[in-house]
């Protein structure tokens, strides 16, 4: 198993970037928030992924442990293949799609190309329970995330971080509420997983 490939760029592409490590040239399948990380970069290093089916060996490369992480998550979920969980990387970042998984806010991503509501609702079903203990928010990514899952959703966080809990404890107290509620529903949600 290659564990992750650390060498000169030589070619990249959208979502195909090419590590050359000693002589060889890795081509490997890839997000654009990877592509955007490295492609100014001479050396880098990405953490790797092999897909093996039946006809095919596909490498697939990612700038940190948390996109392969959720690389992983998004593909252990029925019917949604490396295509589909590259499309909703490319689009969002990992802090996000928790954020989205734990809000169940599957519109935003049907907002990644070939990405349906069927394959979003699954996807939220599937990982709600993983993604609260498997990911970790920074505070940064958990506000930006807020605020674009929903108005109600960002006036829950800010009112709940006025009370004084730090945004990581307001994210994983509101993982899980209906993304449809009121701000009074979603403080009253939180404040009670926050006691």
């Not at 949604?80 to 998984?101: F, H, N, Q, R, Y």
């Not at 070939?114 to 939220?124: E, Y």
């Not at 807020?146 to 994210?171: I, K, W, Y």
């Amino acid at each position: 198993m290659i564990y992750s490939l650390q060498g000169e760029l030589t070619h990249w592409e959208t979502g195909l970037a090419v590590i050359e490590c000693g002589g060889v040239g890795y081509a490997c399948r890839t997000t654009m928030n990877t592509i955007a990380k490295i492609r100014d970069l001479d050396e880098v290093k990405l953490f790797t992924y092999l897909h093996v089916t039946e006809n095919s060996l596909d490498l697939f490369g990612f700038a940190d442990n948390a996109e392969l992480a959720a690389f992983k998550q998004l593909i252990s979920v029925s019917g949604v293949g490396p295509k589909a969980a590259l499309s909703i990387l490319s689009d969002i970042t990992p802090s996000k799609l928790a954020l989205c998984i734990a809000a169940e806010d599957y519109k935003t991503l049907t907002k990644s190309p070939g990405i349906g509501a069927k394959i979003a609702q699954r996807i939220v079903l599937e990982l709600k329970d993983k993604v609260a203990k498997e990911q970790k928010l920074s505070a940064k990514d958990l506000q930006s995330a807020a605020v674009s899952a929903g108005d109600n959703f960002a006036e829950a966080m800010t009112a709940l971080q006025t009370l004084g809990f730090n945004p990581a404890q307001c994210g994983a107290a509101l993982s899980g509420a209906n993304a449809n509620a009121s701000v009074e529903d979603l403080i009253k949600f939180g404040l009670k997983n926050l006691a």
